[in-house]
């Protein structure tokens, strides 16, 4: 891309990204799943760097599903202890930053001490006021809807259907206070969703890539702003 057709791109507020293809990156190269995992944490740094620079709101990445458990136990051990090197190592990087953490999905599965790990992180980057990070972790589309209702009714807001409304339940979800991702990004050829943000991506622009994540970079990321710019959200309407 010419760097005159950059300066005039439109930057999207929120890009989600399910980042796929680690392991198959990986062992066509000839090495275990993991160091896929270990190249795709590292792309994941560059991405959010290049994303702020770009003027982008809030990037929000898919970094272990509901389903993913299912995996070998090596394997999940593996995705834990990188998530856990990312919590523990990330403060001052964040702080010079000003990257805002949160993560999103159910942390109560969590290891004790990633939970608080986690817990410290979005604590101590809480009041950042650059880009908004969000980490999809024990994630599940599903299944943040579903916490997302028990928690309206916990507080008592399911009591008069009436009153029920998307505002109430987007209230209780993990990405409350978030605007709906503008564009989805998903890497390594699969054209699915696989339980990443169903509620949020209702009108987000999807593009695939068959990049594996691993070789994801700048360059990528503006392919993908690129196509963005060429479609033309109706969100139902018409447009002439
Ligand atoms: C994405 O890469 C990372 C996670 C799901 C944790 P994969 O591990 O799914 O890699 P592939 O899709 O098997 O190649
Ligand atoms: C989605 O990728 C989950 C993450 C990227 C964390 P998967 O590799 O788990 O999804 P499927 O199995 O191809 O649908
Ligand atoms: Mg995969």
């Known amino acids: 891309m010419s760097e005159e057709n950059r300066g005039s ?15 198959r990156w990986a062992r066509r190269r000839g090495m275990p799943r993991t ?3 270990s190249q795709g944490a590292k792309v994941v740094e560059e991405i959010l760097e290049d994303a ?30 990188l998530l856990r090197r990312y919590m523990k ?5 964040c702080t010079k930053n000003n990257v805002r953490v949160r993560v999103i999905g159910d ?13 410290d992180l979005e604590r101590n980057t809480a009041s950042n006021t650059g880009i908004g990070f969000q980490i999809a972790i024990n994630y599940g589309g599903r ?7 028990r928690r309206a009714a916990a507080q008592g807001l399911l009591s008069d259907p009436e009153k029920i409304d998307e505002s ?16 989805l990004i998903r890497t390594c050829g699969e054209q699915r969703i696989s339980n990443f943000l169903l509620w949020q991506l209702a009108y987000s622009e999807m593009y695939f890539t068959d990049k594996a994540w691993p070789e994801f970079d700048h360059e990528e990321l503006l392919k993908a702003i690129d196509a963005y ?12």
Not at 107 to 119: F, R
Request: glycine share 8%.
């Open 35 to 37: 160091f896929g995992h």
């Open 9 to 23: 791109l439109r930057i999207p507020a929120h890009i989600a990204i399910i980042m796929d293809g680690n392991g």
């Open 229 to 240: 710019n060429h479609r033309e959200r109706r969100y139902g309407g018409l447009t002439d």
């Open 143 to 149: 299944d943040e809807i579903l916490r997302a209702v």
């Open 168 to 183: 109430v339940l987007e209230g209780c979800l993990d990405t409350a206070g978030i605007p709906d991702p503008d564009l």
């Open 107 to 119: 942390k109560s599965m969590l290891d004790k001490d990633l939970q608080d790990a986690i817990e």
């Open 89 to 93: 190592s990330s403060l001052a990087k």
């Open 52 to 81: 702020d620079h770009l003027g982008v709101k809030y990037l929000t990445v898919y970094a272990f599903s509901t389903e993913n458990w299912s995996r070998p136990q090596a394997e999940v051990k593996a995705l834990m202890n």
